[in-house]
């Protein structure tokens, strides 16, 4: 399988001390890659590297063999999408508006809109089934619809790779399921390269083809879900004791904590 | 498909109505500016003047002193209302304008040592209201760069480096004999009607680049507006484009303050005032309008309503509204959070 995103011993910070060390990573194309571990394991410092928000303190990512850190940003962003994690959305845009805010790097200041541009836009609001809103104000709507028009506004970037910083932060489960089968639709239908962040390990198993499990910076785990949700990798990476058990409507696996009540004494079933 | 061109269409004939009506009310402004005076003129000597005709002690009045004060307010209120519209969407906070946040006294504060200490006078004197007003937008921009809760720290600051600002300036002021600091304070009040022909002719041409080069950063601000990270990953280099906009702020200030003062609070109100016409939807082009509309509007008023044989400089009127305006927004932000 070909590898859309290669991190060769990626090195990852602030400033400061490196949150994220040494990761080599291979992510493969066509498929939906999520990055999973406890708040504050350089998750999302991870995702910003592979993109150019983050320049790595040392190693490299490649995309297509290129170095992703020397493209130029205008070439970069249309091989290359990145959602960042709570973008601000200005007051008084529509829909549309958002979503044509992705061809900028289509853009000069000589070649302004084109009917390409405008046939893009359609095209990703189709995708994200935002066609009907496409007039709304953005900040009218609800959170998932909201998720849903910064996605197409990614899509309309046109680009093979799709980033998505926890897409589904702050959304319930209704909400979260519309936008991760948005995302998994996009994957299935035009084979775009998903890579994104997710909190909900049930999920996360659920939607993706590929696992990545962090701690404290480091890969502790990679593989289909089968390979990396186990009792004894949730462990590792969360420090939790756990049930894993067969997701009752797609057979993937579930995770359940295995303390019972609140004092944290009684288990049931044996976890680990 | 027939909503998204209904509603664009509506946000269309809103912005056309707008800046029909602001275009009209200035140029029954100033027409009346320039008709009413010592010597009132018909609207037919106000044509033959303007045309290269006209008489004597009229037509000197017109040009030497009604035309310059209209067109400077055009000027220096199209430039202060675009600087304060620049500052305000890209620090996403309406109260920070260049005149609240010390940008400025910068400006002004350098202009009366060039003035005061000196004596310089035209495209230096310009010279040093860009150099001040651009060292305090350094200064806000590497202040702007250190964290989180961005708006109340720059206010904060642009006040203490406005204070301290003032003070210079009032030393400079008691070091100086009475009549050149009465000069540099009528300045300081913010006038339109000092200004000369090759003062304005200086203002016009760099306001000309200056307007260009906002149109063609523009559409990268608005893009910084969703977000450094989403500008970044649209493919823009959102610090070069925040220097870009800063620079290009303070340049705005400087050039408008240099010749007119610190006219005050224009580049507080423009903006939002604009953007509140527009139903929400902000646009620099209509902020440039509103701010001549308003200067326009002010001179005329301050020039020939309160009767005195000298009339009012306008920074006074402008300062009236200005704070009554301010006091609203303040208000109106303390009610949202």
Redesign the interface.
Known sequence: MSCALTATDLCLGYGGADIVHDVSLELPAGRISVIVGANGCGKSTLLRGLSRLLRPSSGSVHLDGEDVHRMAPKALARRLALLPQSPLTPDALTVRELVAFGRAPYRTALRRESSEDHAAVDRALTATTMTSLADRMVSDLSGGQRQRAWIAMALAQETDVLLLDEPTTFLDLAHQMDVLTTVARLNAERGVTVVMVLHDLNLAARFAHHLVALRSGEVIACGTPDEVVTAQTVKEVLGLDTVVIPDPVTGTPMVVPAQADATGTETLGGAA | MS??VT?MTRVRTRAGGVVLCLVLITLLAASTRLALGTRIAAPGDILAVLTGGGRGALRFMILQDRLPAVISSVLAGAALAVSGGLFQRLL?NPLASPDVIGVGYGASAATVFGMLSLGLSGWWLTGFALVGAIAVGAAILAMALGGRDLGTRLILSGIAIGAALVAVVNLLLTRTDVRTAGDALHWLTGSVTDSSWPQLAALAGSLVVLLALTA?VA?GL??L???D??A??????AGALRVGVVVLGAALTAVAVAVVGPLAFVSLMAHPLATRLL????NLAVTALTGTTLVVVADLISAHLFGLSSGLPVGVLTGVIGAVFLLTLLSRERSRA
Do not use: N, Q
């Open positions: 909503r998204p509603t996403r063609w559409p608005a893009l507006e969703l977000g990270d989403t970044r990953s649209l493919g823009r280099r139903g929400g939807r902000g």
